[in-house]
């Protein structure tokens, strides 16, 4: 028995019968190699090196005076508005009165579809009493 159940695992790791991921060799080598990289990089560690002030204060500079130089050549156009502009975009009026009709079709269709839910509620109640005089005549049958 013991070697039909051991042979009846597979390896998931490398996919071979007769062990499982854990006990498997190629994962434990991983695993050793993963350790020995771990030992390697302790040893290793980071060193910040520090900008002289007086550069660093220079490029600020420079780049705020460029910020302001950019700022200033901004350029003004004026802007064109056609009356056609002005017709082709409906007014607060029209939008409203969309908004009006839109909002009394989606109440009218909420009504419906509330009505449709009861209807089904009421078709499924009858479905299931049908469901049991079925098989309450059915048993009345079977005892005759």
């Not at 991921?21 to 994962?27: A, D, G, H, I, S």
């Not at 900008?51 to 802007?79: G, K, P, V």
């Not at 449709?116 to 109640?125: A, F, P, V």
């Amino acid at each position: 028995k013991e070697e039909a159940s051991t042979s009846s695992y597979n390896c998931f790791e490398c996919g071979k019968p007769g062990h499982i991921k854990v006990e498997c060799p190629n994962l434990l080598k991983k695993q050793q190699e993963e350790k020995k990289m771990k030992k390697n990089g302790k040893g290793k560690r980071a060193y910040i090196a520090w900008e002289d002030n007086d550069s660093s204060t220079i490029s600020d500079e420079f780049e705020f005076e460029e910020n302001n130089l950019c700022l200033m050549a901004r350029t003004d156009q004026d802007t064109i508005v056609s009356d056609s502009d002005l017709e082709s975009n409906p007014d607060y009026d029209q939008l409203q009165e969309a908004f009006i009709q839109i909002h009394k079709e989606a109440v009218k269709l909420d009504a419906l579809n509330s009505k449709l839910k009861s209807k089904l509620k009421w078709y499924e109640n009858a479905l299931i009493k049908a469901e049991q005089e079925l098989e309450d005549l059915k048993h009345e049958h079977e005892n005759l």
